[in-house]
């Protein structure tokens, strides 16, 4: 979106090669993340000779990052509306054992359990809402206090039990299994292939009509030789993960789960008046209010949904170990926030993108993967993962400097 | 007689854009009191600050002798160093903190590195009786009044061995036995030998209290009356204050009818609980279709609190009386619910509560009516653009596109998109704060003649204004406001500068 509408200005500057450098420096955060991502990629794959960018590689990678990407997501509204919510990690422990517990105590079946668990998790983050905008306490101290009550409510429930190890074959799927393969066409998952190549028609149609649509307002539009470039290239991308993923068992619920979370929060946060709102009150609260935007419920929206998305990275991390233990969702919410934070959000409020909190989790997975398979030490793990996490705000910091 | 303690030459300083202080230049005699006065925005605040040292020297020109030496102030601790010691208007006092600890906050009296508390409460006590205050030095700032909570700042400026004491409209925010104290009270440090610059609009205290009168215009001295030689009268101060020449930048509207009342307040009375006084008092007013109204007044008059009351109270004031949009009482509740009924409100300061500045113009263009390009709740972007297109081209901000990020444009173009904001949400009233606050003249006529076009389409504007050229030039009716009130109404005809200055000054 705001990839044509930038470059809406370039056209007139003529030069293909100028137009695509001006669309490189005016979205330089934006592509300086993806750049990172590929050239992270791209140094543990040769370091690797390859197994980096293994099937099975990147299959693991990609579910591993689950739990944490959803998590993100939320955490990305949470800050753009100037917030923070640290009770997410242990009320994704929490809420995984609930789940397992309705499953394995009260003997309910899947259907039931998921809807309830998110309900609840619904509930937990509206009174994070509570707390924060009509109390009026700092978020951070709200879900502070949250994350020790869910700390100690996940111990509670475990406490007889220890870990509950869960049989339901349906519910552990859901991090575990893939989507059923019909076939496998020379090696590769027949039904993976068949969503790849929807989702690229998909896409393709949709540029292409939103493009029409603005010629049809009279709007200027990148230029056909950038379009079509662009349209390949996103294409080739679609087509290579596809290509990886379907070489090894195909997507996996987990992954299809993460993409349709992603692909809704894109379309909320980007085309509906709620998005709007939403970033409204990120970028000035006082200005939204004297707007007439109710800032009271988007903080509730928010923070609510924030519990929605706990709920679900809940179920995704304890489906994935098939049990629930004392100690799931530690430190979940700070990968959160630093997914967010190199995915490029501001703590200033008003900034940030779902997809960038996405691009930003998966960086930070691959690092994990990526020092795992050169067997470094978990040590200097941290400290590696640390150092990315400040070069990437560094980076922000000096971009957005730059521009003003 | 040439026992100066304060002489400023020359001193000029210029903001981007604008020159805020043409080589003024300011005298103040040792032991006396100094008033200093002008219209809003006539340069007093900004000299106040030269003087001080929240401009540093080199960021402005001509030289300041302070006690017969040139001074050149990088910080304020500098001028306090010096002796020199200013009170804002917004007390700068940590209310959670003991009165004393306020007092010698910057200041501690220490011993090795320790500070010696019980000595401070001793010191603290002394400065209290210089200051006539009669209070436990314990007792936290927030749990006094405004009043004595002045005079403690006076007793901390009183501890570092003041020689020029600088307060910058004191008694605005106090009542009137408040006012006299503190008026009672200069005259006594006057006594004891400190030199006082007072800056007020209330004309009858200065003529109450005042050795001289320095009075600045448009960022030049304009003269400075001596009351030893009986110089000083209100007329005469008044006068000066508003003597500028009337230009013709405001452009007049052939066609003038009036219709019905399209809003009216009777006896609106808010009060602040976070203030912990009345805002707005027994106010009565109403604005009519197609016709603009000024409300003219000085600095903390009262007048963005009743628009804010106004427009659906977003600082949650206690509200009473009664509101009328055409002919109906209605109760707003919030923001959205004044939109509604018709009525936009264009903030004073578009910074910080007018424009998302990081976004860009389109999504500010129609924040306030984003049902109008939407469906369903999604928005349809291309209907959004042309929108937003047609508002650029109709008020001619001046911009690439309409993806442009509104903290890059000029204070007048953003004021544009400002006000495009509030026409997309096709109200029927528009209450403007400060329209042309900090944009240029030529920005001016632009937003005056959209004004004009906007009532020729039926529209009504209530202006708050406190450009005293403005008000007379735009508005049909006008009110003038002081503390709160509305001190006086005057149909055009018969509104001057005087007359409103008197008003204003009540």
């Avoid at chain 1, 307002?217 to 290239?233: C, M, P, R, W």
């Avoid at chain 2, 002394?126 to 209070?135: A, H, N, P, T, Y």
């Avoid at chain 2, 047609?390 to 990020?405: C, G, M």
């Avoid at chain 2, 009532?455 to 002081?482: H, K, P, Q």
């Amino acid at each position: 979106m705001n990839l044509e509408a930038n470059s809406a200005q370039v056209v007139a500057r003529g030069g293909f090669f100028r137009e695509v450098r001006s669309l490189v420096r005016e979205n330089v955060r934006e592509y300086g993340m993806y750049i990172a991502l590929f050239v992270i990629m791209l140094i543990f794959t040769i370091l690797t000779d390859g197994l980096f960018m293994s099937s099975r590689n990147i299959s693991n990678l990609l579910d591993a990052t689950g739990y944490i990407a959803v998590l993100a997501v939320g955490m990305t509204l949470v800050i753009v509306i100037r917030h923070i919510d640290l009770s997410v990690g242990f009320a994704a422990g929490f809420m995984g054992a609930v789940a397992a517990i309705l499953l394995t105590q009260f003997g309910l079946p899947v259907y039931a359990t998921i809807p309830i668990v998110l309900v609840l998790g619904t509930l937990a983050g509206l009174v994070n809402g509570f707390l924060v905008a009509s109390v009026g306490i700092p978020a951070f101290v709200a879900t502070l206090a949250g994350m020790l009550i869910f700390r100690g409510a996940l111990l509670r429930v475990t406490e007889k039990t220890g870990t509950i190890n869960i049989k339901d074959e349906a519910f552990n799927a859901i991090g575990n299994g893939y989507i059923p393969e019909i076939a496998r066409v020379g090696g590769l998952c027949l039904s993976s292939l068949l969503i790849g190549a929807a989702a690229i028609l998909l896409y393709v149609f949709s540029q292409i009509r939103s493009r029409r649509n603005k010629l049809k307002y009279n709007f200027e539009v990148v230029s056909t030789g950038i379009f079509v470039l662009k349209l390949v290239f996103v294409s080739a991308i679609i087509a290579y993960i596809t290509y990886i993923l379907a070489g090894y068992n195909g997507f996996s619920w987990t992954v299809v789960t993460m993409l349709l979370v992603v692909l809704i929060y894109h379309f909320l946060t980007t085309k509906t008046v709620l998005g709007r709102h939403i970033y409204a009150v990120g970028s000035n609260p006082e200005a939204a209010h004297l707007s007439g935007i109710n800032v009271k419920k988007i903080t509730y929206v928010v923070f609510g949904s924030m519990g929605l998305l706990s709920a679900l990275s809940g179920i995704l991390f304890t489906s994935r170990l098939q049990s629930a233990t004392t100690t799931a969702g530690t430190l979940f919410e700070l990968d959160a926030i630093a997914a967010a934070y190199v995915g490029g959000v501001s703590a200033a409020g008003g900034v940030g993108k779902v997809t960038g909190s996405i691009i930003g989790a998966i960086v930070m997975a691959s690092l994990s993967s990526g020092m795992n398979l050169l067997g470094v030490g978990i040590s200097y793990q941290y400290m590696i993962r640390g150092a990315v996490l400040a070069l990437a705000v560094i980076f922000d910091v000096m971009t957005r400097k730059k521009r003003s | 007689m040439s026992d100066y303690i304060l002489e400023m030459r020359n001193i000029s300083k210029s903001f981007p854009g604008v020159k805020a202080l043409t080589d003024v230049s300011f005298k103040v005699r040792r032991g006396e009191i100094h008033c200093l006065v002008g219209e809003n925005g006539a340069g007093k605040s900004t000299l106040m600050k030269v003087l001080s040292g929240v401009y540093p020297y080199g960021t402005y020109t001509g030289e300041i002798v302070f006690e017969g030496r040139q001074q050149r102030f990088q910080s304020i601790s500098d001028s306090v160093k010096a002796g020199i010691a200013i009170i804002h208007q917004e007390l700068a006092l940590f209310p959670d903190l003991s009165v004393y600890e306020n007092i010698f906050a910057g200041n501690e009296v220490q011993r090795h590195g320790l500070v010696q508390w019980n000595e401070t409460i001793v010191r603290a006590r002394e400065m209290l009786r210089k200051v006539k205050l009669d209070i436990n030095p314990s007792t936290l700032v927030k749990d006094l009044g405004v009043g004595k909570q002045q005079l403690v700042e006076i007793a901390k400026a009183l501890s570092k061995n003041v020689k020029l004491l600088i307060l910058d409209e004191p008694t605005a925010a106090l009542n009137e036995t408040e006012s006299e104290n503190l008026l009672k009270l200069l005259r006594e440090l006057k006594q004891q030998g400190i030199t006082c610059i007072l800056i007020s609009h209330k004309l009858k205290e200065i003529i109450a209290i005042a050795d001289q009168v320095t009075v600045l215009r448009d960022g030049k001295t304009i003269c400075t009356l001596d009351a030893a030689k009986d110089e000083i009268s209100e007329n005469v101060i008044i006068r000066h204050m508003v003597g500028r020449e009337l230009e013709d930048i405001y452009p007049k509207r052939t066609v003038k009818s009036f219709g019905d009342r399209v809003l009216e307040i009777r006896n609106w009375t808010a009060y602040d609980p976070q203030l912990g006084r009345y805002v707005v008092k027994e106010t009565n007013l109403y604005v009519r279709k197609g016709e603009i109204v000024g409300i003219a007044g000085l600095m903390g008059s009262g007048r963005t609190e009743l628009a804010l009351s106004i427009f659906g109270n977003p600082k949650g004031y206690k509200l009473q009386g009664e509101l009328l949009v055409d002919g109906v009482p209605k109760t707003f509740r919030h923001p959205d619910d004044a939109i509604r009924a018709g009525i936009a409100y264009v903030s004073e300061d578009r910074k910080r509560n007018g424009l998302f500045l990081i976004q860009d113009i389109r999504r500010n263009i129609t924040a306030a009516n984003l049902k109008a390009v939407s469906g369903g709740g999604w928005i349809n972007e291309n209907e959004e653009i042309r929108v937003s297109n047609f508002y650029k081209d109709a008020l001619n901000i001046k911009t690439p596109s309409v993806e442009q990020i509104v903290g890059n444009l000029s204070g007048g173009n953003q004021q544009k998109v400002s006000l495009a904001k509030w026409l997309f949400a096709q109200p029927k009233l528009l209450i403007l704060d400060e329209p042309t606050r900090g944009i240029d003249v030529g920005a001016k006529y632009e937003i005056y003649t959209i004004m004009n076009d906007l009532i020729s389409r039926g529209m009504s504007i209530l202006m708050i204004s406190s450009e005293l050229g403005e008000v007379l030039g735009m508005s049909d009716r006008v009110y003038v406001m002081a503390e709160g009130r509305i001190t006086g109404e005057l149909p055009i005809e018969e509104a001057d500068q005087e007359k409103i200055m008197q008003y204003a000054t009540l």
